[in-house]
């Protein structure tokens, strides 16, 4: 009787480890400034280790030529060197400066990409990335300004999908994660930097979007125990060890980290959700109203700051597990 009940369990587990598939993720992240770009791709390696990830592509927003590189760099890194990286390619002009903390210093690690020129089209590869998907499968999670996927929306068919960027999106994602915007109001950098592609995507983006808010971020402070638990040529501590805005400790804001736990897990018992509209004005302020229906939320915290950091940092430490398989 007892045996049956351990088969029976373990069947049980079974089958709920076959239902719960990997989220199929595209990091859109500007590598290089801010280090909690470097530590969401860390985490978000982890999670793809455990199952509960898949990551489809990553992205550059920036229009220089270090970001590519050292993005491929990370994932060679965790032993995913043929994961796509895509870079901007166009000429918009940011409203604020991206620092080369770190990215000339990773792209010297191993990487094939070498330098954006040898990157493709970042809005060319998201056309190609997502029409190969299923419907409604893929969860974009953008840890920087929202150029691309607003540039997206406006792309034309091309040879990858006869659908426009609009109709693609409407078919193939399944949401949005947005680190950006503040709650209650702020005048946060990623919108800030980049104002009218945060409008558009808040206005015309078709499927739902979560926006983890800067005071989400800003309540975990993370990244010291990548200096004592993690070896000198970790390219996520390299990122720490160069970014002037680390405190003392070596802690920096989780921003980006937050966000990215949310596209793959969702709320368990982290977060909870509100909704309402963040009306982001022309010079990229933000004002949330709230409302009882609608497709557009923000996180509100839950789980204890402290007990945040571990879930954060514990992914952020881990080693990579190098394997030659294909991502
Ligand atoms: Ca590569
Ligand atoms: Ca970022």
Known sequence: MRLLFILLF???????AQKTKPVKI???????????????????????????????????????????????????????????????????????????????????????????????????LYRQILAAQPNHSVTIVVVGPQRLVADLLQSKPDASSKLDGMALVKKKVKQLVSMGTEYLKGNEWNIRICPDAAQRVEKEWPTPIVYSGFEIGKAIMTGERLITETPEDNPVRIAFETNPMVTPEKNRQSWDETAVLFAVRGLRDYWTLGTGLPHIADDGKNEWTTSTTGTRHYLIAKKPTGDMKKVLEDMMVAPPKNSTAKP
Do not use: W
Request: hydrophobic share 40%; aromatic share 10%.
């Open 26 to 124: 595209i990091l859109d992240t500007d590598f290089g400034n801010d280090c909690d770009d470097a530590g969401a791709l860390a985490m978000l390696h982890q999670m793809a280790y455990n199952g509960e990830a898949e990551i489809l592509a990553t992205v550059y927003p920036m229009n220089d030529d270090m970001g590519a590189a050292a993005i491929d760099a990370v994932n060679t890194y965790y032993g995913k060197p043929n994961i796509p990286v895509g870079t901007y390619k166009g000429d918009y002009v940011y409203k604020g400066k991206h620092n080369d903390f770190y990215n000339s210093r990773l792209a010297a690690l191993p990487n094939d990409v070498k330098s954006g020129k040898n990157a493709p089209d970042a809005v060319a």
């Open 10 to 16: 373990s069947i049980s587990l079974a089958t709920h």
